[in-house]
């Protein structure tokens, strides 16, 4: 079991440090690839003059114009046929370009002088969410009455940051700004018929409505019918009109006050560093024209590496005195820019081409690793140790898959005959309700994978090859 477990961490190591030293090649070959052929210094630090003296007044106040300011790029190029140096500073807006260095400077055997300074400022853009909080009266609280008196979007302008902020529907809200109370008489009627008498103890003193309680003010008494007593007519039956009254005191809302939150994306820009770039021109032209002598015939004789007499001479011009001028010089100078860029080139192409191999590579080991392979077996050697023998690819869209193992446990099958056999999850959709044959050499165990088998888990069954019970 620990024989085991090591060979799995080995294992595991080796891998690891394979697809480390692929990324690392991946992300290293193409800047040694690509990288361009000049003089590269990204010195964004600047060193201060420590000779100063820092509680000096003076000298604070010049502490920036004293410090020795370095470019963050430099880049060689040909312009109009002559060699140039481009250098380019980044100086905080306080800091006045005269800092920067224009005396003439000597390289690849040449000397540059300044040509000219070209300046670009820059700016800073920051972001931030914005909410701003906008307080309306209103008559209602309901919000379609609302919206109208709501401006959709606003303008916002606060510590540098501007924007356009929208209104959010869902943070309006509307509380009452107050009451007013009034005190009114309330008044109902009521009719009782078919009274005996006009008695206004028949009638009730109280009555009550709407949670309300009114009282008898006034009753008005109406004969309904008659009967004759002695040749008189009498009446028998009586209508009681009965009013009631009372008073109530009154309270209403005199407005409401309505608040909403307007939200957006604030931007505020500040000026950022200056690049000042300062270009430098070489005063020897990189493929100047051949130099012709005139003789006294009006003649002339091109200047091809021969002196006067026809003798071979250094490759340059010659004047009458046999003096050679820089010209062999700027030739050398030319031709061991066009091997270093013949080079680059070629280390160009063969980073390329590694980095290609390298990704076609990785491209073949993941899909071997995690895509071939859909099925993993482990031998059982116990009822605590398992040893796994390999994994295999088994065609999930036959009708019948197949698992050998003759292909995982070769000649050397495990001592109990008994094997693990793990189904990859993205397998299992593909196999629900087959019937997989496992089999070894000329042995033949099947088994049937159930309906209702979760596809988003590995599947794991086991097969005996032994004379054992499972």
Request: glycine fraction near 6%; charge should be negative.
């Amino acid at each position: 079991m620990l024989k085991s477990n090591l060979s799995k961490i080995v294992r595991h190591c080796r891998r690891f440090l394979i697809l480390s030293l692929a990324i690392v090649m991946i992300f290293g070959l193409p800047v040694m690839a690509f990288a361009d052929e000049v003089l590269t210094v990204d010195t964004s630090l600047n060193v201060q003059n420590t000779d100063a003296d820092s509680n000096d007044p003076t000298t604070q106040e010049t502490a920036l114009d004293s410090w020795v300011w370095h470019p963050i790029s430099v880049t060689h190029e040909e312009v109009n046929g002559f060699n140039s140096i481009r250098k380019t500073y980044a100086l905080p807006p306080d800091v006045n370009p005269a800092v920067i260095p224009v005396e003439h400077i000597t390289m690849f055997g040449q000397v540059f002088t300044f040509a000219y300074m070209v300046q670009q400022p820059t700016a800073n853009d920051s972001y931030m969410e914005a909410r701003q909080t906008v307080t309306i009266e209103t008559s209602t609280s309901m919000l379609n009455d609302i919206l109208p008196n709501l401006e959709r979007e606003i303008r916002f302008d606060r510590d540098g940051y501007a924007g356009i902020l929208s209104l959010d529907i869902e943070t309006i809200r509307s509380e009452s700004a107050g009451t007013s109370s009034r005190n009114a008489n309330v008044t109902r009627r009521r009719t009782y018929p078919h009274l005996s008498s006009q008695d206004n103890s028949l009638i009730p003193n109280t009555i009550v409505e709407g949670g309300i309680t009114l009282h008898l003010s006034n009753v008005e008494w109406q004969a309904n019918s008659s009967t004759t007593i002695d040749g008189l007519p009498v009446a028998s039956t009586f209508t009681a009109h009965a009013t009631y009254t009372t008073t109530i005191t009154q309270t209403s809302t005199i407005g409401y006050i309505t608040t909403a939150e307007y939200v957006g994306i604030a931007t505020r820009t500040v000026p950022g560093k200056t690049l000042y770039t300062v270009v430098f021109v070489s005063t020897v032209p990189v493929d100047p024209a051949p130099i012709i002598i005139g003789d006294a015939s009006g003649t002339g004789q091109e200047n091809a590496g021969e002196d006067m007499n026809g003798n071979g001479a250094t490759e340059g011009s010659i004047d009458t005195n046999g003096a050679v001028d820089a010209t062999g010089s700027t030739r050398t100078t030319s031709e061991a820019s066009e091997r270093r860029e013949s080079n680059g080139s070629a280390l160009r192409v063969l980073g390329i081409i590694l980095c290609l191999l390298i990704i076609a590579g990785i491209i073949i080991y993941l899909i071997k690793q995690f895509l071939c392979n859909n099925v993993s077996v482990y031998s059982i050697h116990g009822p605590r140790e398992i040893v796994k023998a390999g994994k295999i690819k088994m065609d999930v869209d036959s009708p019948e898959p197949e698992v050998s193992l003759d292909k995982v446990v070769g000649g050397s099958p495990s001592s109990t005959g008994r094997y693990l056999i793990q189904v990859a999850g993205r397998a299992v959709p593909k196999i629900v309700g087959k019937t997989i044959r496992v089999t070894m050499h000329d042995m033949e165990a099947r088994h049937l994978i159930p309906e209702g088998t979760p596809h988003d888990s590995v599947y794991e069954f086991e097969v005996n090859f032994s004379d054992e019970d499972d």
